[in-house]
T-cell receptor
């Protein structure tokens, strides 16, 4: 089955700096890659996603890049703000009827004011 | 509109007790997923429903875990004879039917603590 590795597990940045989180996946059949933000005690919320037919996608301060050949994808957050502090999860979905998500282990991002 | 809701939000059970966790998906969403999230980890897939049909239960960790969605809307995850290793947050997610709609919308989860 699919395996998703995520790094780093913790990341601290100064407010205004950029943050980058990287993930690799194992199954070349995966074609959908969402990123979720989860605040303490809250539900995971989708912040951005990318499909395998696209190499990069941007939404305001957030961008995701995908390298299908290397089987890795990254989340980039620019001009970080204290409210960006949370746990971020990457995930991959294998083509098929269920298309369940396989998640990485998460990155605790702390933005220092 | 209303999002995915789950109840109870917190459940404390003694080892050996049975528990039932409820999920109300977004109205009209055909697909429903259950995930288990251990402390400090990402969610792990348990089972998947399309309407009332359970099409994939490959992630259920043992035969003590059972899920149903009899009318294709509300779903219940039941854990029999709970063990301490069952302690986790159980997340439900729903998704629209169309192939172009990949986004899964998560509920707030039920935090289960088995003593």
């Amino acid at each position: 089955g699919e395996n998703v590795e995520q790094h780093p597990s913790t990341l601290s940045v100064q407010e205004g700096d950029s943050a980058v989180i990287k993930c690799t996946y194992s199954d070349s059949a995966s074609n959908y890659f969402p990123w979720y933000k989860q605040e303490l005690g809250k539900r995971p919320q989708l912040i951005i996603d990318i499909r395998s037919n696209v190499g990069e996608k941007k939404d305001q301060r957030i961008a995701v890049t995908l390298n299908k050949t290397a089987k890795h994808f990254s989340l980039h957050i620019t001009e970080t703000q204290p409210e960006d502090s949370a746990v971020y999860f990457c995930a991959a979905s294998i083509s098929g009827s269920a298309r369940q998500l396989t998640f990485g282990s998460g990155t605790q991002l702390t933005v220092l004011p | 509109g209303a999002g995915v809701s789950q109840s109870p939000r917190y459940k404390v059970a003694k080892r050996g007790q049975d528990v039932a966790l409820r999920c109300d998906p977004i109205s009209g969403h055909v697909s429903l997923f259950w995930y288990q999230q251990a402390l400090g980890q990402g969610p792990e897939f348990l089972t998947y429903f399309q309407n009332e049909a359970q099409l994939d239960k490959s992630g259920l960790p043992s035969d003590r875990f059972f899920a149903e969605r009899p009318e294709g809307s509300v779903s219940t995850l039941k854990i029999q004879r709970t063990q301490q290793e069952d302690s986790a947050v159980y997340l439900c997610a729903s998704r629209p039917q169309t192939l172009s709609q990949e986004t899964q919308y998560f509920g707030p989860g039920t935090r289960l603590l088995v003593l």
